[in-house]
């Protein structure tokens, strides 16, 4: 008589030691410091994004007559629905904040410096779909900020040189709002491109475990500490589910005592007085103010640009000049420019 | 840090984010069993009106329970909050240990709710008590009823006592149950202590202390109503304490419920019948039909009801005359004639150009006219046409407005100025008394403006084409022509005869001229 287990393994060759061996990687000692386990909470926090837009994807209808009033029935009438929103809404916007500060982490240790170079290009392809995910999620549910959030936004594209018009025809599906733009957004932020986050997040994941963490040490350290390693489970894993109880946690509790609102529905004749997008839009939104139409929409391109190749302008500056850490403060300058920008738009009405 | 630490660590935050969850869930099914009716709101009976409860839970549980139901009742607002009475006040009385008084003014709910009730004093509702002194009035309180109270003729009608019948009894419960009594208590000599004998001070206490020692009291104590005046909830109610008015004409008590006032039946109390009949008439407009089917949906519990914002599925009363909506910020109005830019209540219809006091200004000079108006008709307007655009474009609500507008000057220049005109002639060549109705002519002027003009304008102003033309104009113009002209006619050949060759002349050149005008000359032709 085969035991169910036996049944199993004579379909499914799956070596128990191969696989402990897969999944218990050694961890480099500064691990233990929990800043360092930030990579893990997008991930994590994808994955609550994916089961909640599940759920709500259950009731959300994508069409401009009806798309407000679900999403006011997913609040209202739905069981549990007010906190699935709630907990999407919240979730979003940790995660955009934990892609930030894992990307800063990164930064800051000089973690994306040879080999790991397209490693740093995939974290930011991440970034930019994290954005863009968080922008086509606020545009479904057809308040006067999704509409002209949405409008403004298709502006701005129409100032990129050359590829303008179309870039605005490929973001409205046609040349101002209309009944194809939310189906529109809808197939991107439910199909498109969490298909590509996570095919991303797949990339991401394997480019580690090919070439490894970054070790790094410390000055104080204990000298049996510096190049130590420990195991991943059980001991790094109870870190990340410390993390992922404490994410669920707060998510819970700001679903709750902060419930997801609604604003006024969609007005395509009253042009609200103020329009924000969200808090991440904030420091583009200023500095859109700050230049003109195409200056602005190009120095910005240019910014995203040399980010995105950062790690060879990094190499450059190492190689040909004096400063060999220079990038610590055109980091440390960035990242305040980047929060003064957002302090600056948050406390102004236009 | 140690295995067994993050174990410890992980098993606390497991078990917070479990009770975080059951927290979650019991949320959730409150939420539910709100919903369905399983549970209402939670009420608090403030100390002070414990025994009041205790007491009228037995003697009138259905004042009680309509009270838990209402957001006075979430707020712990109680009885003696609003029935308290101070020292001074003429109709308080000792009730089992607390000062109170039976009716409730809108002084007494400005209390909590001042800016509504000033904007509620300066309203025509509030002054719908003028009528007292009007010829609907007279109508009810001499025509249809008697202001003396007279005896019976002949035997008593069987099982009743022979005792003087009171001749106001019509317009008590007809007109003043909408308009509003004064309020009246009894004195010892047999007469009535209203308003004009207390003459209250601007704090509403009696300044005439002979009339208030002069009220008659019962064993307890309690000041006694004149039964003419009370019960009443007419909204233009004449107040012991000179307020005007009475918030539960609208707001129902003992609920005072917003979700009833939202609702076009609740404004039907008043505004029906033959001669303003706005609720039938929007029940016939497309408005009406939509709220008949999608009332479901309007969310008419929500807290502040704005349209564009709480529903969007139809306008009702309250909608367009009083409730916010998203475009004017979602503010609130207790003064209707806000947004209205033509009153077709006198019997020439009248653009909303209104004073200081909010009174309709008559001044026909546009210099001094334009010194004496505080806002416009256009600005009354514009605010409407706020309303409408939720739903309607800017097109076609002007387009509407233009319509509108010259329905109102058709009726104006081609009947209502003509009759008016025709009627100050009789009077002025004294071939009819001033006194009203005492004239078959009289009445059917009166028809024409008061009941079939007033039909057809409601009727263009709210959308409803069988009240505008069959109810309305059709009638008009029968009452004009088949009843009033001939009845002129009549009056002018009896004025020839006894010799008023004149005076019959001077109507008689007055109805020529305006039958010669070219819009009546297809009647000409066919006499």
Redesign the interface.
Known sequence: MQTPIGFVRERLPISGDRLRELTNEPVPHHL?RWWFALGGTPAYLFVVQIVTGILLAFYYQPAPGTAYESVRSITEDV??G??LRGVHRWGATLMVAAVILHQMRVFFTGAYRKPREINWMVGMCLLLCTLMLGFTGYSLVYEQLSFWGATVAANVAEGTPLIGGMLKRFLLAGDTYNDHTLPRFFILHAALLPMALAGLVVLHILIIRLQGVTELEFENEPEEEKQSHFNFF??HF??E??IG??L??LL??L??IFPAAMG??A?P??TPEIIKPEWYFYVAFRWLKLFSGTAAILSMGFIVFTMFFWPFVDAWIRRRTRFPEASVWIGAIAALAIIGLTLWEASVAH | MTLNAKRWIIAFLGFTFLASLLFVQYEEVTRRRVEVGLTSHSISIPASSKQCAECHGQLTPAILDHWKGSTHAEKGVGCVECHRAEKGDVDGFDHYGALIATVVTPRDCARCHAAVESEFARSHHAAAGNILASLDNTLAEQVEGSRTPFDPHGAPVAGRKAEPVNGMAFAQVGCQQCHGSKVALKATDGSKVTVDDLKPGPDGKPTNLDAVGKVLKDQNGKPMFDAGSWPNTGIGRLNLDGSKGSCSACHSRHDFSPRRARQPENCGKCHLGPDHPQKEIYEESKHGVAYRDLKDKMNLDAPKWVLGKDYTQAPTCATCHMSGNLRNGGRVTHDPGERISWTNRPPISLPMDTDAEHRVITEADSEKRAKLIADTAEAKRTRMKEVCSHCHTSDYVNLFYKQYDDFVALYNEKFAKPGKLIMDTLVKADLITKKQFDEPVEWSWYLLWHHEGRRARHGASMMAPDYAHWHGTFEVAERFYEHMIPQVREIVEKARAEGKTDAAKQVEDVVNEILNRPEHSYILKQK
């Open positions: 233990k069981a549990f007010w906190f059980p001991d109870y870190t589910l410390m109880l404490l669920m946690i819970s509790a679903a709750t006024p529905r007005d004749l009253t």
